[in-house]
């Protein structure tokens, strides 16, 4: 368990303040959405809502995945979700391995008193859950009264990690049962390095429908791992650092797999990046690190200054296309170049 708690540490010492982030882009910028320069709307008629997995958000934005299981993550779980709480957003906690070795941890997790009606994911590593029956994960989705559970594939970051996992199989099959057997909506997410159309179809074909794609573009897991060995260990994670599929290209995929939902997650810094991923396919969007970093340099009030900022910056992008809702920026007129053209030819 110790291991576990310093794991977290460095997870968020190197998120906060170390060069961890993909030196390739998400792609969004190969998205322009087409400006109307008649939109016959006021700002006060665009509508941010939206229903996902079973509650409404005042808008697509979740404070996404990050953190758990000691009490530095406690206090940031605590306040990142009493801000959720505050702007209608949905949130993720981060992986509750961490509950399966202690479950006095899981007051690190449970954030419900905070956010009494915000939309709470909860989360678990696909190889633990693979391990699990299906009533061990209905106790952990108990203990922190999630909405939703992000069963999450990380088999990058797992590899360059020493005390990482190293067999990945059967967990197709055990996504398959959860997602039948759990009472609350699964969402298969992964880590950094992006979900591919065969992924996606692949996930379908099983029945499950709600995916995160986190793609690559934002924070690289694997040059945090990186960061966290021996300098004379880190070739292979050197390497792979800018290994996966970019996010806007895994957003496309995922939309034209058929997803009933299809959150983008992965270098998510503004209001434009959420509504070209919409544009796009997607439902709604995550951040994470640029959520973290404005909470540590400035507090929780930098934190909803921040968020705030991007929320606004949707609305005015959504009243620039002509978009009074959602579901119509979800059809706006967009041009798509290259690189990420290449992508979904």
Known sequence: MADISRRKNDHLDLSIGSDVGFRKSNLLECVELMHDALPELSLDDVDTRVQLLGKQLRAPIIIAAMTGGNDRARAINRELASIAEECGYGFGVGSQRAMLLDSNVARTYAVRELAPTCLILGNLGAVQAAHLDTTAIVE????????????HLNPAMELVQPEGDRDFRGILDAIERINNELHIPVVVKETGCGLSLGVARRLVERGICHVDVSGAGGTSWVAVEGERLPPENRASAELFRDWGIPTAASVVYCAS????????????????????????????????????????????????????????????????????????????????SSPLSDWIR
């Open 140 to 151: 952990l989705v108990r203990a922190i009264d999630a909405d939703a559970l992000c069963v």
């Open 257 to 336: 797999a058929g997803m009933s939902t299809v959150i983008a997650t992965g270098g998510i810094a503004s209001g434009l990046d959420i509504a070209k991923a919409l544009a796009l396919g997607a439902h709604a969007a995550g951040l994470a690190r640029p959520v973290l970093k404005e909470l540590h340099e400035s507090g929780r009030a930098g934190a909803l200054r921040y968020l705030r900022r991007v929320e606004t910056e949707l609305r005015i992008a959504m009243l620039l296309t002509r978009a009074r809702s959602i579901a119509e920026l979800q059809r706006v007129e967009r041009t798509i």
